[in-house]
């Protein structure tokens, strides 16, 4: 059973920084490119970030790039999102997914969520 | 203002048929697959369709996909009250790079 389990969620100041991170399990991991996706309260889905398997490419939404860096570490089935000068507009539910870039985001998590406030 | 164009909302009447639409461009519907997703209030995501018109295990196959040049449909048959949910289209952009969702569709079964 594929199981995606978010974590690193918490009520931030606006500045501030967030490192979320996603164990994957009952799939192999290096195979599958990896996406983070939000959703912003009462909005709707939101990509985010994008990596591919080997982690040598990576692709950002405008609203977030040059503040937000993806990453994985295949040998700890793990995928990351560090998330630096945080904005009261990137609270959000922040949901881990497997595949991406052209390929299926197939299975989701269940979200941790970001608050960024003061 | 979401890359892929989706109605906002949506309805019928239990046991009837209902279509959702999903409108976007060449770079996006018109050169990669798209996916559909259905979440339930207080949910996660849930892939329903991908690969433009194929169900995942485990999806009834009361739900179908179909897509043409740009543009896409999603239906859903036999409807249920638990089918009530946010329903959203997705792809990845080649000209954008970066993934893209529409806004979403609220379906409520009356």
């Known amino acids: 059973e594929v199981q995606l389990l978010e974590s690193g969620g918490g009520l931030v100041q606006p500045g501030g920084s967030l490192r979320l991170s996603c164990a994957a399990s009952?799939?192999?991991?290096?195979?599958?490119?990896m996406t983070w996706v939000r959703q912003a309260p009462g909005k709707g889905l939101e990509w985010v970030s994008s990596i591919t398997t080997s982690g040598g490419n990576t692709y950002y939404a405008d609203s977030v790039k040059g503040r937000f860096t993806i990453s994985r570490d295949n040998s700890k089935n793990t995928l990351f999102l560090q998330m630096n000068n945080l904005r009261a507009e990137d609270t959000a539910i922040y949901y881990c997914?497997?595949?991406?870039?052209?390929?299926?985001?197939?299975?989701w998590g269940q979200g941790t969520p970001v608050t960024v406030s003061s | 203002q979401s890359v892929l164009t989706q109605p906002p909302s949506v309805s019928a009447a239990p046991g009837q048929k209902v279509t959702i639409s999903c409108s976007g461009s060449?770079?996006?519907?018109?050169?990669?697959?798209l996916s559909w997703y259905r979440q339930l209030p207080g949910t996660a995501p849930k892939l329903l369709i991908y690969e433009n018109n194929k169900r995942p295990s485990g999806i009834p196959d009361r739900f179908s996909a179909s897509k043409s040049g740009t543009s896409a449909t999603l239906g859903i048959t036999g409807l249920q009250t638990g089918d009530e949910a946010d329903y959203y289209c997705?792809?990845?952009?080649?000209?954008?790079?970066?993934?893209?969702f529409g806004g979403g569709t609220k379906l409520t079964v009356l």
């Open positions: 997705g792809t990845w952009d080649s000209s954008l790079s970066a993934g893209v």
């Open positions: 997914a497997n595949g991406g870039i052209v390929a299926t985001v197939g299975y």
């Open positions: 009952g799939f192999t991991f290096s195979n599958y490119a």
């Open positions: 060449g770079s996006n519907i018109g050169n990669n697959y």
